[in-house]
């Protein structure tokens, strides 16, 4: 019996044994597991690294690519523009080299030949002496005319209305404008007060111009006129005239030298006849202010160009 019993306790006691060197390996295999995970983990990672620098590398072996077939692209390109270059240097030798050859064979001309040429071209320049003479007359005389313009104008209106008087440039001459109803009474060569007033201001400026000459000319409607003093509207148009002519000479002492004076009657119209307003435009007095006939004949003078 005690036999059995230590048969059995030794059994067990084995047994025992047995269980905790199953256990200690169970654990230890279990920590391998996990540090074999562990590794499959950082592989895992490390692979994919791997894997996205294979994917930069390739983008930046096709950028690298692409770069060098621009290179090549414009390197061909460059080549070719040489190329049309050496070509274009080549044609502009042969274009010298003709050139070099026609102006060999002008210097063959003959004497007489150079010699018309020089004749053409000093013509050609007292030509040009004599048009810039010209121009610069021209020129003087627009500055002038601007100049006599805007004295009249800033001494005639004063107190006028803009119907009464009108100044203006029209090409080498100054024309004044002067209302029918402002100088003279209805069917009247006589000179109203305000007329001569004004005829003053005209008078001061032509004081300043002496080498100007003056034309006075008159102008009616086509209403026919007669009476013990007047034939027809050529005859008012004339007395009219004159009547200015007086009153500058003798009122205001220009030289009776410079004036001239002119009638135009009914015709040389500015509006038509048919209205009241049209015939009241046309009945007016213009005074033209220009240069003297001999200082035109003297400018188209050859003698007078420039040496």
Do not use: H
């Amino acid at each position: 019996m005690r036999s059995t019993n230590k048969f059995v306790l030794l059994l067990l006691l084995g047994v025992a044994l047995t269980s905790c060197v199953s256990k200690k390996k169970f654990i230890s295999q279990t920590s391998e597991l996990e540090a074999a995970n562990r590794e499959i983990v950082k592989f895992t990672t490390q692979y994919g690294e791997c894997m996205q620098q294979l994917t930069a590398c390739d983008q930046e072996k096709n950028s690298v690519k692409a770069d060098l077939n621009a290179c090549l692209s414009a390197s061909r390109l460059r080549e070719e523009q040489i190329n049309d270059l050496k070509s274009q240097v080549d044609d502009l030798r042969k274009q010298r080299d003709q050139q070099v050859a026609q102006a060999g064979s002008l210097t063959q001309l003959s004497q007489d030949a150079n010699k018309n040429m020089q004749q053409t071209l000093d013509q050609l320049a007292k030509k040009d002496q004599y048009i810039y003479l010209l121009q610069n007359a021209k020129t003087r005389a627009d500055s002038i005319n601007l100049a006599l313009a805007v004295n009249l104008k800033s001494i005639l209106p004063q107190g006028l209305a803009d119907d009464d008087v009108e100044v203006k440039v029209d090409k080498t001459v100054v024309l004044i404008n002067l209302s029918d109803k402002m100088l003279f009474q209805s069917g009247s060569y006589k000179l109203t007060p305000r007329a001569k007033e004004v005829l003053g201001k005209i008078a001061t400026i032509l004081e300043s111009r002496p080498e100007l000459e003056v034309m006075v000319e008159g102008y009616t409607d086509n209403v026919p006129i007669k009476n013990s003093c007047i034939d027809d509207n050529w005859d008012l148009s004339v007395k009219r005239s004159t009547s200015v002519v007086r009153v500058l000479q003798n009122d205001y002492k220009i030289n009776p030298n410079r004036i001239i004076a002119a009638g135009r009657g009914e015709y040389n119209t500015l509006a038509s006849n048919d209205t009241a307003e049209g015939r009241s435009t046309n009945r007016r007095t213009r005074i033209i202010i220009m240069p003297k006939i001999d200082q035109f004949y003297e400018l188209l003078n050859p003698n007078n160009v420039p040496k």
